[in-house]
């Protein structure tokens, strides 16, 4: 399994932005994707996931009404669009895949096995 973000770049605080992962290798129904990012100087974070057998979408408190995910199967791709961004959302940002991600707790990367390398977003003020 391979996983490939991309779309990062530098914006202005209110601007919005584009993410894209994508996801290659996942044969099976049930799995995950997961946004992730970490802050400069912070832990990793979950901050976004959707389901991909009933496209359930999940979103940390942080980015709830900002983010959204989505995705397009037939391209393998994985998006986050991400809008209103703040200072705050600044980091590197990763997507990855998880098979056996619980509804209980779907933004936790312990549950996620397969990671891309991540695409840095700054937000300046």
Known sequence: VQLQASGGGLVQTGESLKLSCAVSGITGED???GWFRRPPGD?????????????TTYYSGSVNGRFTISRDNGKKMVYLQM????????GVYYCAAGFR???????QPLWYEAWGQGTLVTVSS
């Open 31 to 33: 799995y995950a994707i």
């Open 43 to 55: 832990e990793r974070e979950g901050i976004s996931s959707i389901m991909n057998i009933d496209s």
């Open 83 to 90: 809008n209103a961004l703040k200072p705050e959302d600044t």
């Open 101 to 107: 991600v619980p509804k209980a707790s779907p933004l």
